[in-house]
């Protein structure tokens, strides 16, 4: 006697709604550094003893923040970057194999215009 054994095809929404669940968990993750990026540029920021310095650069370890030392392309950057320009700051964000830093300047203001 043969008797085939009948393989269970796993459902495909079963399996998008598993893939959307972690981009979505992806999303968060990069959402939530970014958020701790923003509170250490912006703690700095607020240190009066800076203000004369003109600029600061801050290094951030690739182990502390994984997500956004791996996509450089992340929307987040983006939005970063767009909230200190539109406060009149010059930033750059640069990614080497450790992490990144960022460099924030005031001796010049940024080209963008401010916001409403």
Not at 29 to 42: D, H
Request: glycine share 6%; aromatic share 10%.
């Amino acid at each position: 006697m043969n008797k085939k054994i009948g393989m269970i095809i796993p459902k495909a929404a079963f399996l998008n709604y598993t893939y959307c669940k972690a981009q979505g968990g992806l999303f968060d993750s990069i959402k939530q550094e970014s958020q701790r990026v923003m509170g250490q540029l912006v703690m700095e920021l607020r240190n009066p003893e800076i203000h004369r310095q003109g600029e600061i650069q801050l290094m951030f370890a690739a182990e502390q923040y994984p997500r956004l030392s791996q996509d450089k392309d992340a929307i987040a950057w983006h939005s970063l970057q767009a909230q200190f320009q539109q406060a009149g700051y010059v930033i750059q964000v640069q990614h080497h194999p450790r992490g990144f830093s960022i460099h924030v300047n005031w001796t010049q203001l940024s080209l963008s215009p401010p916001s409403p």
